[in-house]
């Protein structure tokens, strides 16, 4: 199984901050098979990133994403108050699929 | 508009069973791979299985191997999970979602708003 786990547990920022999420991986896997996820309070999860770097359709172009192997990176330029949420990072290329443990971007 | 709208949660006693029932709308169903997700009551995502989309494959987590059974139909546009010899660990918000291949990847497009499931005596 590949474990990923995110880092840090949570983030305090302000509106307009950059902000860079961390995703490691248990073992190297290709940046193809992950995905970063955004769930607002109440709210369902929504793509964000796939193909380690791809945005989903209609994600704005302050997220991006980046990484190899073992370490992935998700990336927002400038923080929008509407992007305070919990982070999750995933795996879609090995079963049992898998999900970080999530961060939380707070203000 | 595609739509994924999950039914049939509730209270169980543990040791019980339940069936939910997700469904799908506003795309062909019959042509995606799909999967459940679950949220325990303040908790991160689990993946919980998916099937392929003619239904002849079928993964689950370690977890509910041999309790929880995935299935579809897809003449009724349909994702189903029935749950046996449940647990209170399995208490959480059960999400359909849609597995959209691009390219190589397969990620979770679309999510509906999921359905509660508690277990407790």
């Known amino acids: 199984e590949v474990v990923l786990t995110q880092s840090p547990g949570t983030l305090s920022l302000s509106p307009g901050e950059r902000v860079t999420l961390s995703c490691r991986a248990s073992q190297s896997m290709s940046s193809t098979y992950l995905a970063w996820y955004q769930q607002r309070p109440g709210q369902a999860p929504r793509l964000l990133i796939y193909g380690g770097s791809s945005r989903a359709a209609g994600i704005p172009d302050r997220f991006s994403g980046s990484g190899s192997e073992t370490d992935f990176t998700l990336t927002i330029s400038r923080l929008d108050p509407e992007d305070f949420a919990v982070y999750y990072c995933?795996?879609?290329?090995?079963?049992?699929?898998?999900f970080g443990g999530g961060t939380t971007v707070e203000i | 508009e595609v739509q994924l709208v999950e039914s049939g949660g509730g209270l169980v006693q543990p040791g019980g069973s339940l069936r939910l029932s997700c469904a799908a709308s506003g795309f062909t169903f019959r042509t995606y791979w799909m999967s459940w997700v679950r949220q325990a009551p303040g908790k991160g995502l689990e993946w919980v299985a998916n099937i392929k989309e003619d239904g002849s494959d079928k993964y689950y987590v370690d977890s509910v191997k041999g309790r929880f059974t995935i299935s579809r139909d897809n003449a009724k546009n349909s994702l189903y999970l029935l749950m046996n010899s449940l647990r209170a660990e399995d208490t959480a918000v059960y999400y359909c979602a849609r597995e959209v291949r691009l390219g190589a990847a397969r990620p979770f497009d679309y999510w509906g708003q999921g359905t509660l499931l508690t277990v407790s005596s």
């Open positions: 995933q795996q879609y290329g090995r079963s049992p699929l898998t």
